[in-house]
């Protein structure tokens, strides 16, 4: 356990007992949370249904069923993500505004562990979301290597664990400061330009194309057109390779933004921010 852990609750839990119950404890809190506004939930999912319709007629307009599938994925993929990068930033600011946060910190388990337990249905909600564009997609006629599938579930799996550390990251500004968007809000920008959504990074210029491969969305968005399209981009990575770079890329980040999240409630405690 933690040295950031108060007291063990009574019965002793036992650490991997801890962190099953925690994760749990907040699975079951968005539950009720999509329960209670099933409005939301439905207009979240219907919402990504115009980007799909969106990119159908370009397709069509451009006479290419393959630009729509190349689109389609790419935006999936950026959809899914946003996600688990807004979903940590999001809950602390709800508790926050409702003084609540201290109550999630006074909890018997280690602080490291709350980032990872508060992205868990968010990050499953972004997998859905993404699955279901591209579900939509292939209704209107996109063409997916459907023998792929797991494969590029893994891959994306991997890319949502190094949204979750960019995410870590930016809620330590918000434990601090009281704001995390420009984090969010600058990394959202960089994906968008420079992730590949739209348009291969090979057209990029040479002097900024080298940022791209700083862009989780990059590796992730390649090896999905490469394992996802009939006739992927013959200049996109090979999806071993991407997903070797994105696993560790990933790993890194996740400590990085675990011990920054760690290292700035410590600070927040002795500044007085926090009152535990």
């Not at 207009?43 to 599938?69: E, H, I, K, N, W």
């Not at 799996?157 to 949204?163: F, L, Q």
């Not at 984090?183 to 002097?207: C, E, H, K, N, R």
């Amino acid at each position: 356990m933690s040295d950031l852990a108060y007291a063990a609750t009574p019965g002793h839990r036992s650490r991997w007992r801890t962190v099953l119950d925690t994760c749990a404890a907040y699975v079951r809190i968005d539950l009720v949370e999509e329960r209670m506004f099933p409005a939301t939930t439905v207009l979240r999912y219907a919402s990504v249904v115009f980007p799909v319709l969106l990119y159908f007629f370009q397709g069509t307009f451009l006479d290419t069923r393959d630009a729509f599938v190349f689109m389609l994925i790419g935006a999936s993929v950026t959809a899914g993500f946003q996600e688990a990068l807004t979903a940590l930033t999001n809950r602390l600011y709800f508790a926050q505004e409702r003084g609540m946060l201290e109550t999630y910190l006074v909890e018997p388990v280690p602080w490291a562990l709350i980032p990872l337990a508060m992205n868990i249905w968010r990050s499953i909600t972004g997998t859905l979301m993404a699955c279901f564009m591209v579900g939509f997609g292939c209704l209107l006629g996109a063409r997916i290597e459907w023998q792929a599938i797991p494969l590029a579930l893994l891959v994306f799996a991997v890319g949502i664990v190094a949204c979750n550390a960019i995410g870590t990251l930016a809620a330590s500004f918000i434990i601090l400061f009281k704001r995390g968007d420009p984090i969010i809000m600058l990394y959202s920008l960089a994906a968008a330009v420079l992730g590949g959504t739209l348009f291969p990074v090979s057209v990029l210029p040479d002097w900024i194309r080298w940022v791209s491969y700083l862009v989780p969305h990059s590796y992730v968005i390649s090896a999905e057109r490469q394992l996802l399209m009939s006739d992927p981009p013959a200049d996109g990575l090979s999806p071993g390779v991407s997903l070797l770079l994105l696993t560790c890329f990933s790993a890194v980040a996740m400590v990085i933004g675990l011990l920054v999240f760690d290292g700035s409630l410590k600070l927040a405690r002795r500044l007085g921010i926090l009152s535990i």
